[in-house]
C-alpha cells in the first residue's frame, strides 16, 4: 500500500499518515460562506483538498473514504443581501429570501468548482440543518463550566482550555496584550468568544434556553463535524487564514465538549494566492471570481493546472504566463489523446483503461501533496506520449484523470468559444471557398491577421477551418464585419 506522509500543522512535522479507521477515512474541510461567488482565492483549497480526496480514494478505496465539506447558510453578509431585498419591496418572509440566496449561491458554487475538475465531497452539511446541534453542544460546555450565559448571549470561556493557542503557537496573554479590543459588558474576558448570539425580529433565529438566537460561527464546524464524523476523525483542513481564530475555536470547544475523544488527528492548512506577485483586492482591480475567469475563456482545468504547479503550503501566484503555459501544455495533452483516441478505433476510451497512475506521480502526490514534482512526473509521461501515442496514450489518460483532469472529455477543455466563434468560421470559410476559385488570398489574410491579433488561433487543414483562441483571448476585441 502507498505511504502517506501529511504536514500537521499542529505537530509542526512531516507525519506518516495512519487512519483512524483504514475502512472508515474521514476528512473535514471549511467550506463556504454563500453569499457571493467564490473568487480564485477561495478556490485554492477546494482544489487542494480534492487531491487529497482523490489521493485517499486510489489507497483506501473510494467506498472507504469520507469527505465533509460544510456551507455556512446564517451569517450577517446573507442577512444583508435578504434585507436588502426585503427593503426594494419582497415582501416574502426574511427567512424566505435567506433560503433563496443561499440556495442560489450553492448552485454558483457548485458549477464553479465543477468546471475546477473538483469532485463532490461527499457530505455537504448545511449550518442551518444542524442548529439542534449546536445547542445540544452548548448547553454541554455550559454544564461543564466551559462556557457561560449572559444578556441572551453564551460565550466559551477560553481559559478554560489551557491549551488554547496551541494551533497557531500562540499564548492567551500575548494574544491579549497585541490585541485592540473592546470588551463587550456581556463577556468576562477579552478573548472569550460567541457561541449563542440573540436574533431581534428582523434577522434569523432559533429558540433555545438563552432565547431566540443564532450560533456563532465556529460552533457550527464542530457540531457538524461530530455529528457526521464523529468525535474523533483523521483530517481536518483549511486556508491559513482560518487557523486562527477559527480553527483554534474548533480545538478549544470540541475538545472541551468530548475530553477524550480528540477531535482532529491531523490538520492541515494551504496558503493564500497571490495574482501577479501582489495581494488579491478590490483596490488594487487584481480581484476575480472564477466566474469571472470561466466567462473570459479561461477554463478550469487552466486554473486547476496553475493551482497544481504550487505546493499547498507556499504563497501561490496567479499569473498570465502561468495560465499561458499551463495552457500549452493541456493543448498538448490535447493533441496527443487525439492520435491516441483514433489510433483505438473507439468512441472512448474507458475499455482501454488497464493501467494504474503513474507510480512516481503517486508518490509525488503521496508526500505531502506534492503537485509540483507530479507535474514534472506528468510532463516525463508527455513527452513519451507524444513520440508514441499509440503506446503511451492511455497512460497519459489515467494521469490526468488522478490529478482531476478528466472530469470532461478533453475535447471539451477549449471550447467554450465555438458558438462566439462560429461567425468568424463561417466568414473564413467562405472568404477561402471565393479566394480558391479567383487566387486572391488578400482577404483571407486580412480575417486571419484580425484573428491572430485577437489571439485566436487559425488552423486549416482537410477537415476545414478550425480557430483556437489563445491564452489572452478576449471577446470583446473581435467583431464579425459584414
Same mark, same amino acid.
Given at each position: ?19 483512524? /479507521? ?13 453569499? /457571493? ?8 483549497? +477546494? ?73 463532490? *465531497?461527499?457530505?455537504?452539511?448545511? $449550518? ?69 448570539? @440573540?436574533?431581534?425580529?428582523?434577522? *434569523? ?28 476523525? /483523521? ?9 486562527? #481564530? ?12 468530548? @475530553? ?5 488527528? +491531523? ?31 479561461? @477554463? ?14 507556499? #504563497? ?7 495560465? $499561458? ?31 494504474? #497512475? ?84 488578400? $482577404? ?39
Amino acid at each position: 500500500m502507498t505511504t502517506i506522509q501529511l504536514h500537521n500543522t499542529a505537530t509542526r512535522t512531516k507525519e506518516v499518515f495512519a487512519p483512524i /479507521d483504514p475502512l472508515n477515512v474521514r476528512m473535514y474541510v471549511c467550506g463556504p460562506t454563500v453569499y /457571493d461567488r467564490a473568487h480564485l482565492g477561495n478556490a485554492r483549497p +477546494v482544489v487542494v483538498f480534492d487531491v487529497l480526496f482523490r489521493l485517499l480514494r486510489h489507497v483506501y478505496g473510494a467506498d472507504h473514504v469520507t469527505y465533509a465539506r460544510n456551507f455556512t447558510d446564517v451569517d450577517d453578509k446573507i442577512n444583508a443581501t435578504a434585507q436588502a431585498r426585503k427593503a426594494a419591496g419582497d415582501a416574502r418572509p426574511l427567512e424566505v429570501l435567506i433560503r433563496e440566496r443561499t440556495e442560489e449561491t450553492i448552485a454558483w458554487y457548485h458549477a464553479d468548482m465543477d468546471a475546477l475538475g473538483a469532485l463532490r *465531497p461527499t457530505l455537504e452539511p448545511r $449550518a442551518t440543518d444542524f442548529i439542534a446541534q449546536m445547542i445540544a453542544m452548548i448547553q454541554s460546555l455550559v454544564a461543564s463550566g466551559h462556557a457561560y450565559a449572559k444578556d441572551g448571549h453564551v460565550l466559551f470561556r477560553v481559559r478554560s482550555y489551557a491549551a488554547y493557542g496551541a494551533l497557531s503557537g500562540r499564548s492567551v496573554d500575548d494574544m491579549i496584550a497585541g490585541a485592540r479590543v473592546e470588551i463587550a459588558p456581556f463577556k468576562e474576558d477579552a478573548m472569550d468568544f460567541v457561541l449563542w448570539k @440573540p436574533s431581534d425580529a428582523d434577522l *434569523p433565529g432559533w429558540d433555545s434556553p438563552w432565547g431566540r438566537g443564532r450560533p456563532g460561527w465556529h460552533i457550527e464546524c464542530s457540531a457538524m463535524s461530530h455529528e457526521l464524523l464523529g468525535a474523533a476523525f /483523521d483530517i481536518h483542513g483549511g486556508g491559513l487564514d482560518l487557523q486562527f #481564530p477559527h480553527h483554534e475555536n474548533e480545538i478549544a470547544q470540541s475538545h472541551c465538549a468530548h @475530553p477524550q475523544a480528540g477531535f482532529a488527528k +491531523v490538520w492541515m492548512h494551504n496558503e493564500m494566492l497571490q495574482v501577479e506577485g501582489k495581494k488579491m483586492s478590490k483596490s488594487l482591480g487584481n480581484f476575480f471570481t472564477v466566474r469571472d475567469l470561466l466567462d473570459k475563456g479561461v @477554463p478550469g482545468e487552466v486554473m486547476r493546472l496553475v493551482f497544481l504547479g504550487t505546493h499547498y503550503s507556499k #504563497p501561490m501566484d496567479w499569473t498570465a504566463e502561468k495560465a $499561458a503555459q499551463a495552457e500549452a501544455m493541456l493543448r498538448e495533452c490535447i493533441d496527443i489523446l487525439d492520435q491516441w483516441a483514433e489510433s483505438t478505433d473507439s468512441n472512448g476510451p474507458a475499455k482501454y483503461m488497464k493501467r494504474e #497512475p503513474s507510480t512516481q506521480i503517486v508518490k509525488a502526490i503521496a508526500d505531502d501533496l506534492n503537485t509540483s514534482r507530479a507535474l514534472t512526473e506528468l510532463r516525463k509521461v508527455i513527452q513519451s506520449a507524444k513520440y508514441n501515442p499509440w503506446l503511451f496514450g492511455d497512460q497519459l489518460f489515467v494521469d490526468l484523470e488522478f490529478l482531476g483532469f478528466m472530469e470532461r472529455h478533453w475535447s471539451q477543455w477549449f471550447t467554450d468559444f465555438s458558438a462566439f466563434l462560429q461567425p468568424f468560421k463561417d466568414k473564413m470559410t467562405k472568404l477561402r471557398s471565393e479566394a480558391m476559385v479567383t487566387k486572391n488570398f488578400a $482577404a483571407v489574410d486580412g480575417l486571419k491577421a484580425e484573428l491572430l491579433v485577437g489571439q485566436v488561433e487559425v488552423r486549416i487543414g482537410k477537415s476545414g477551418i478550425d480557430l483556437v483562441p489563445g491564452p489572452g483571448f478576449d471577446p470583446k476585441n473581435l467583431k464579425v464585419n459584414e
